[in-house]
Every structure is written in structure tokens, then in C-alpha cells.
């Protein structure tokens, strides 16, 4: 089917925001509306009209859906995270410490081992256990700078351990990393992450 071209500078501002709109509501775990309330709700607001739901039980409505659905992601995620660590454990060349972090050395550095007051310079490449690319320094053509006990914990643990010059797979469980919180749209609530660190330098 051809493209429908959508013309005038108001016309196709409209359905850019109607794209937009969509867009992040996905991005927030809304997976389905009811499109003839939810336009009829946009057009009272936008006209002025009296709202047939108060202002402040609407509010409500928003945070108890948004609630649930990231506790649904949440849990869905945290048992995913698990089953995942439990298998990749078993790996050849895969460590876990104590607090449950795990990490495969793909290179071995010669340098100094950094203390949490330390500063260092690191490449790093970050996904989600799905392959989900959601950070990535080395996409980006510039290392990153930043104090040692200013990360994740799963990082500050690591980076005490890790010599200059080395280059690790870190697994970090969703209690080392962002926890039930998330971080960004790309992070979900109680997210497994993934990470090849590489510690460029002591700064």
C-alpha cells in the first residue's frame, strides 16, 4: 500500500505528534487504548471542555497503571535476570563474587588497580541480557571519564578489581545496577546488564 503524504505545515505537525505520542506511551509499558476515549479525553482537555474524569483522579488513574504495568516488567525481568545468571554461571571463564556480580576476563592488564577514590578513563559497550544496546562509548568514538565510586555498584566492585590496561565481561544483577528503578526508556525496572569494560587509564 502507497504512503498516504500527509500535507501543510500544521497537518503534518499533527500526525508527528500523534507519533510521538504513541511513541513514548509504548516506551512507558502501554501496549493498547481505547482510541475513541483517548482522542475524546485530548480534545476536551485541548478545547477547554469540562473533563468528564477530575483533573486529579485522572492523575491518579495514570500513576496506578503506570505502577502496575512497570511492577508487571519488573517481576517479568527480575525472574528473567535470574534464570540468566543461574545458567551463565556455569560457563567456562565466567567468576562470580560474593555479591553475586559476575565477570569473564577477555584481556589481562599489566597496569595499576584503581581505589574507589580513583578517576579512570573507560571504554565500555553496555546491553541488556536480550542483546539490547542501551549505552555504548565505544559506538560512540569517545572513552568515558568518571570517579570510580560514582557508578553502579556492580562497576565500583569490578574496577577495584580490574588492572590497567584490562578488559572484562561484566554481568551485573539489577541490585548492583539500577534495581527496581530502571534507568532511561531502555532500562527496565529490576534489569540484568551486560558490560565489556575496558580500563584505559588511572586519571
Known sequence: MAEKEIKGE????????????????????????NPNLFLEGF????????????????????????????????????EEGLAFLAENKKKEGVTELPSGLQYTVLEEGEGDIPTANDQVKCH?????IDGTVFDSSVQRGQP?????????????????LM??????????????????NGAGASIGPNSTLI?????LEII
Open 43 to 78: 480534545v476536551d482537555v485541548f478545547n477547554g471542555a469540562e473533563p468528564k474524569i477530575h483533573p486529579e483522579e485522572a492523575n491518579k488513574i495514570l500513576e496506578d497503571f503506570i505502577g502496575k504495568v512497570n511492577a508487571d516488567k519488573g517481576a517479568n525481568n527480575l
Open 144 to 160: 568515558a571519564v568518571f570517579p570510580v565510586n560514582g557508578v553502579i555498584k556492580g562497576w565500583v566492585e569490578a574496577l577495584q
Open 195 to 199: 558490560f565489556d569494560v575496558e580500563l
Open 163 to 180: 588492572s590497567t590496561g584490562s578488559k572484562w565481561r561484566l554481568f551485573i544483577p539489577s541490585e548492583l545496577a539500577y534495581g527496581s
Open 10 to 33: 500544521l497537518e503534518r505537525f499533527s500526525y508527528s505528534l500523534g507519533m510521538s505520542i504513541a511513541g513514548n506511551l509504548i516506551q512507558s509499558g502501554v501496549k493498547t487504548v
Open 124 to 128: 565500555y559497550h553496555g546491553t541488556l
